[in-house]
């Protein structure tokens, strides 16, 4: 080694000397292996709150079993309207309530709910001022498949309707045809019933326990 490269090796330690000093002073000391220096974990994404559920209740909807009318009961939208408890209704007994021997004499299309202020000018008969003002009367359209069954079956369809509104909160039931005009309907003692009809006139159609 020469004497210059000598003088320098010796001016290098004298520096490196008090750095090394002054970062032990700081609390650092040197590893015998570099690292990397990791990154903290990205925060993962809050779960988003799910919507609230709508509120319901529990609401009785007539079935048939041994030509009788039978309750059973369904969740259905809180204050029902016609329609959710028609929907109900239309949607039959569930697999448990079919083992029992419980059906529906009501067809998918048989019959459709309609809002009374849409046709309530066309209903002479049974629009008074005075009954739609103090009562609740759903509207039900009834279709041609179901005035076009058998007249016993018939009469359990149009119990099973009447009662599921009444106990869903309607005061009573007025049936209308595609022409929204007003449509007698045959009851169950084999009388013709006209204008706004009650829980009352079907009831005896409901099974004696």
Same mark, same amino acid.
């Given at each position: 080694?020469?004497?210059?490269?000598?003088?320098?090796?010796?001016?290098?330690?004298?520096?490196?000397?008090?750095?090394?000093?002054?970062?032990?002073?700081?609390?650092?000391?040197?590893?015998?292996?570099?690292?990397?220096?990791?990154?903290?974990?990205?925060? #993962?994404?809050?779960?988003?709150?799910?919507? %609230?559920?709508? +509120? @319901?209740?529990?609401?009785? /909807?007539?079935? =048939?079993?041994? !030509?009788?009318?039978?309750?059973?009961?369904?969740?259905?939208?809180?204050?029902?309207?016609?329609?959710?408890?028609?929907?109900?209704?239309?949607?039959?007994?569930?697999?448990?309530?079919?083992?029992?021997?419980?059906?529906?004499?009501?067809?998918?299309?048989?019959?459709?709910?309609?809002?009374?202020?849409?046709?309530?000018? #066309?209903?002479?008969?049974?629009?008074?001022? %005075?009954?739609? +003002? @103090?009562?609740?009367?759903? /509207?039900?359209? =009834?279709?041609? !498949?179901?005035?076009?069954?058998?007249?016993?079956?018939?009469?359990?369809?149009?119990?099973?309707?009447?009662?599921?509104?009444?106990?869903?909160?309607?005061?009573?039931?007025?049936?209308?045809?595609?022409?929204?005009?007003?449509?007698?309907?045959?009851?169950?003692?084999?009388?013709?019933?006209?204008?706004?009809?009650?829980?009352?006139?079907?009831?005896?159609?409901?099974?004696?326990?």
């Amino acid at each position: 080694m020469n004497r210059r490269t000598a003088t320098v090796l010796v001016a290098t330690i004298a520096l490196l000397v008090p750095l090394a000093t002054s970062l032990s002073g700081c609390g650092l000391r040197a590893e015998d292996q570099a690292r990397s220096i990791s990154q903290s974990p990205p925060t #993962a994404p809050e779960a988003s709150t799910p919507g %609230a559920q709508p +509120a @319901t209740v529990t609401a009785l /909807v007539w079935m =048939v079993r041994r !030509e009788a009318l039978v309750r059973v009961f369904r969740k259905v939208p809180l204050g029902p309207s016609s329609d959710d408890l028609l929907t109900a209704l239309l949607a039959g007994p569930t697999e448990a309530e079919s083992a029992r021997g419980v059906r529906t004499a009501v067809g998918s299309t048989g019959v459709e709910a309609v809002d009374p202020k849409d046709v309530v000018d #066309a209903l002479p008969t049974a629009s008074s001022t %005075a009954t739609w +003002a @103090t009562r609740k009367i759903a /509207v039900i359209r =009834v279709a041609d !498949e179901l005035r076009a069954l058998p007249p016993s079956q018939q009469i359990l369809a149009l119990g099973q309707v009447v009662l599921t509104q009444t106990s869903g909160g309607f005061d009573a039931v007025v049936f209308i045809d595609g022409q929204n005009r007003p449509v007698a309907v045959p009851g169950p003692g084999g009388q013709i019933l006209e204008g706004p009809i009650g829980e009352s006139d079907y009831a005896s159609l409901r099974m004696r326990v």
